[in-house]
Each structure stands twice: as C-alpha cells, then as structure tokens.
C-alpha cells in the first residue's frame, strides 16, 4: 500500500516569509496526492490537489506544490506566510483504489 | 451549499461502554467517508461508503466498530464497548461522484471522543 511521510512536524516562520512544507510519498503504482489543512477545531479543507498533467498545481490561498516523481516528492510551498495560514497541514495520496493515506502532519506556526 | 455535518461535536465517555456517531454527507454525494484522527497523527481511514455499499472497511476494527449508510445517505459509526486507544477526533468526509479516484473528499468538523 501507498505511503506518506512528512518530514517536518512543526515548522515556525515569521510572517511574510517564504516557508516549504515537505511531503514524499511511497508506491508501486501511480498516485493522486493532495494538501489539505486544518484549521483549529475545524475539518481538513483541500488547498490544492494533483491529479495528471501539469506537475506545478496551484491551490487556495496563494498555496503551490510541485509533483516530482523521480524524488517521489509534493512539497507545498507559499512565497510570503501569513499569521492565518498558522494551521496543521496534511500531505496526502490516494491510487485507483480510492484508497487514500494521510501524512501525520505539519503543524506551521507563523509569528509577528 | 450545506457542507458535511457531525454529530455529536464533543463525546466523553468511560471504558467499555458505547457511543454513536452520526454523519450527514453533502447533499448528492455518493460516497461517504469514516477517518479516526489521534493526536498528533494524519487521519486514518476506517471505511469508505459508495452509496449504501461498503467498498473499503480493511482498517475498521471490526470487534467493537460497526457503521451503516442504510438508506445511501447519512451515516452512523458505532463503538461498542469503548477502549482507552478508541480516544480522537472521528472525522466524516464525502465526495461527489461514484467513481472518486482523486475526487475531492470533504470533510466535517468531527467528533472528539475522550474515553476515561
């Protein structure tokens, strides 16, 4: 079965700075992966997903990943943070089999 | 546009004994989602429902978990009897289509369970 592993548990950032969230997943055959984040108290809400096509996918709230498939990697990137992106951020894979896997987490802390 | 509802919101209960959960998906989505998510950890799938079908249950712990989508639409996870290790957020999520193969999943606010 697929795999996700995120391999920052926090990451802290000062606001308006660029920050990466990294993501690689394992598997032996092809993949959908997705970025969701929870804010407190809330559900996951999708920012951005990747299905076929274009490895650069573009998501909510200024958010974009980049699918490299030699590295097995989806790593979510913003250019300048801000205080309301303070959030836990979930990568995720699925396969044809709809079946999908979370990543444990990142929780990103963005400071004055 | 409703968004997927959960009920209840908090759940505190003693060991051993049983708890519902109740969904209702967005209105129209075929397949429904049940997701436990202990602290610190990513969501775990414990089944997935297309229609009132049951098409993934591999991860629900079948001696004490049940759920049910009887009528294709809202859905009710059980647990009976509690565990200590059955403590987290249980999740709703549902998606459009009946062939969701990277189809957006939406989630609810879930359900804190606290087990004493």
């Known amino acids: 079965a697929q795999s996700v592993t995120q391999l920052d548990s926090q990451v802290p950032v000062f606001e308006e700075a660029p920050v990466e969230l990294r993501c690689n997943y394992s598997?032996?055959?092809?993949?959908?992966l997705f970025w969701y984040v929870q804010y407190p108290n809330q559900g996951l809400q999708l920012l951005l997903k990747?299905?076929?096509?274009?490895?650069l996918v573009k998501g909510i709230n200024g958010f974009e990943a980049e699918f490299n498939k030699s590295q097995t990697s989806f790593h979510l990137r913003k250019p300048s943070v801000h205080i309301s992106d303070t959030a836990e951020y979930f990568c995720a894979v699925s396969t044809n089999n709809n079946d999908m896997r979370f990543g444990a987490g990142t929780r990103l802390t963005v400071k004055p | 546009e409703a968004g997927v509802a959960q009920s209840p919101r908090y759940k505190i209960i003693e060991k051993r004994q049983s708890v519902a959960f109740w969904c209702n998906p967005i209105s129209g989505h075929a397949t429904l989602y049940w997701y436990q998510q202990i602290l610190g950890q990513g969501p775990k799938l414990l089944i997935q429902f297309q229609n009132n079908g049951v098409v993934d249950d591999s991860q629900l712990p079948k001696d004490r978990f049940s759920a049910e989508r009887l009528k294709g639409v809202d859905s009710t996870l059980k647990i009976q009897p509690a565990k200590l290790e059955d403590s987290a957020v249980y999740l709703c999520?549902?998606?459009?289509?009946?062939?969701?193969?990277?189809?957006?999943?939406?989630f609810g606010p879930g359900t804190r369970l606290l087990v004493l």
């Open positions: 990747y299905l076929s096509g274009s490895t």
């Open positions: 999520a549902s998606s459009s289509i009946n062939d969701p193969r990277g189809e957006t999943q939406y």
């Open positions: 598997s032996s055959v092809s993949v959908y």
